[in-house]
């Protein structure tokens, strides 16, 4: 009998922040709902392609900054990133640092469609406020080698 073995295995972690205020980000969130799109670079605000009103803000250094509880979570999760990272492996030469952070902002019934990160090996997900049965994150299969399908 053969014995099955994992292969390309994308693996993924779960934490868990106790001392992170949710309001002070939402607040940030908030505010930057508030700020008219035409107020901030074209390419800090995007409309879903189904037509649902959310918003993606893309976040500035300095708005990171602006907000400690939301800098923690981000240095949480580069901290995180970089212990998982040294069970590959790495070359020495490897350095993991933030590349880009953004809030989404989804009302009723709206979501984010199925996307990819491209260019980037690591991404990070923190619900900041969710009711019940409400963000729920599906991750999709990035190997396209399981989407193959095989004649019958």
């Given amino acids: 009998m053969m014995q099955q073995l994992d292969c390309f295995v994308t693996p993924y972690w779960v934490g868990e922040l106790s001392d992170i205020n949710n ?43 602006s907000c400690s509880d939301l800098k923690n979570v981000v240095s949480y999760a580069l901290e995180n990133a970089k212990k998982q990272l040294l069970t590959f492996n790495p070359l020495p030469s490897v350095t993991l640092y933030v590349d880009s ?3 989404n902002i989804s ?15 690591l991404f990070s997900t923190y619900y900041v406020k969710a009711s019940k049965n409400c963000g729920n994150l599906v991750l999709i299969n990035p190997n396209d080698s399981v989407y193959w399908t095989f004649p019958a």
């Fill in 107 to 121: 009302g009723r019934g709206e979501y984010i469609a199925p996307h990819i990160h491209p260019g980037h090996a």
């Fill in 101 to 103: 952070v953004w809030m």
């Fill in 23 to 65: 309001d002070n980000i939402a607040n940030l969130a908030y505010k930057l709902r508030l700020e008219s799109p035409e107020k901030r670079e074209v390419s800090y605000y995007r409309q879903s392609p189904t037509g649902l009103k959310w918003r993606s803000y893309y976040l500035t250094k300095s708005e990171i900054d």
